[in-house]
């Protein structure tokens, strides 16, 4: 089972950037067999997914993210990345990153939530 850590959070004022990073290790194949994304979750609100990239490189976001959040990936470096512009207090939570093995082709931000493979999370925090 792939080992993901996230990291790179932390407290912004609104209209800010925030890069976070998900480096993945103790997989068997690389991070290009696997869709991964993003999924979050606020005090007392339901897990969200926030964006996907499937095994070819396609994207997808939830729709209140879309054009401000870019998710991005380095098969080489295993690694996972989301770039946050623009951020409102309401993007205020929990980050996750996860992974699913020989995902099928397309993918939607809420099928994040229920992926297997998880991280532990990092802070993000938008103040007004």
């Known amino acids: 089972q792939v080992q993901l850590v996230e990291s790179g959070g932390g407290s912004v004022q609104a209209g800010g950037s925030l890069r976070l990073s998900c480096a993945a290790s103790?997989?068997?194949?690389?991070?290009?067999?696997?869709?991964m994304g993003w999924f979050r979750q606020a005090p007392g609100k339901e897990r969200e997914g926030v964006a996907a990239i499937d095994r070819a490189g396609s994207t997808v976001y939830t729709d209140s993210v879309k054009g401000r959040f870019t998710i991005s990936r380095d098969v080489a470096k295993n690694s996972l990345y989301l770039q946050m512009n623009s951020l409102k207090p309401e993007d205020t939570a929990m980050y996750y990153c996860?992974?699913?093995?020989?995902?099928?082709?397309?993918?939607?931000?809420?099928?994040?939530?229920?992926?297997?493979?998880r991280g532990q999370g990092t802070q993000v925090t938008v103040s007004s």
């Open positions: 996860a992974a699913l093995y020989m995902c099928r082709a397309a993918v939607a931000p809420a099928d994040v939530v229920f992926w297997g493979n």
């Open positions: 103790r997989y068997t194949f690389g991070i290009g067999s696997y869709c």
